[in-house]
């Protein structure tokens, strides 16, 4: 009779787990991440004159890279402290 009881525990970890993992906030961190280090790397290390002049003399890249870093780190840190909590099957 204590099996039931096991499974369903053992389904609500999986269930959480899921949801934490599929988080949309925890999705848009990736993707402000991924692009935050390419604008960065990009604005650092790849920046010629022509494109400085054009943004007026400000690397407007690696500005932009950094901002969505932070982004990205607010989103996880949003995630981390306030997770997703599945609501319970029961009635």
Do not use: C, H
Not at 5 to 18: N, R
Not at 83 to 89: C, Q, R, T
């Amino acid at each position: 009779m204590s099996e039931p009881e096991e499974s369903a525990v053992d389904q609500g970890a999986t269930s959480s787990a899921a949801s934490q993992l599929f988080d949309l906030r925890t999705v848009i961190a990736v993707l402000f991440g991924l692009y935050g280090v390419v604008l960065t790397v990009q604005g650092a290390f790849f920046e010629d004159e022509a494109q400085l002049e054009k943004a007026g003399g400000i690397e407007i890249n690696l500005w932009s890279g950094i901002v969505m870093l932070v982004v990205a780190a607010l989103f996880l840190l949003w995630a981390r402290l306030r997770p997703l909590v599945p609501p319970s099957g029961r009635s």
